[in-house]
């Protein structure tokens, strides 16, 4: 038995209302709509994983969700000139990452990250 994919699912009123932060800010591509549902994705490969942590690490509260992205500085500036809600400042790591944490519309804290 393999794991193939891992998905997080974040309960919302108004599914569509993703569209600004997941399609524009982060550039995910819609894979499926069904009003009800609605599911973004990369053509990227990745390795399902899954984190569970006592703290987000340089005390921050624990994110809801992790993206890697190869250019956070463009997202970290492209979130603030969308008026978006950070959370945790961009910040480099001591352990060999830089990252910010912005609030989705739903809530959710998301820590938008690249490996230094």
Do not use: C
């Not at 994919?5 to 399609?23: E, G, H, K, M």
């Not at 992790?66 to 959370?87: F, K, N, P």
Request: aromatic share 8%; charged share 20%; proline share 5%.
């Amino acid at each position: 038995m393999t794991v193939l994919r891992i998905i997080p699912n974040l309960s919302a009123a108004d599914p569509a209302s993703a569209r600004l932060f997941y399609s524009e800010l982060l550039g995910l591509d819609i894979v499926m709509d069904h009003g009800w549902i609605l599911t973004f994705a990369s053509e990227s490969a990745t390795v399902p994983q899954i984190s569970v942590a006592s703290e987000g690490g340089s005390g921050t509260i624990v994110p809801d969700l992790s993206i890697e992205v190869d250019d956070v500085d463009t997202l970290y500036q492209r979130a603030t000139l969308m008026g978006l809600s950070i959370v945790y400042d961009l910040t480099d790591e001591p352990w060999g990452v830089r990252r910010f944490y912005v609030r989705d519309p739903f809530g959710k804290i998301v820590n938008i990250l690249s490996h230094r």
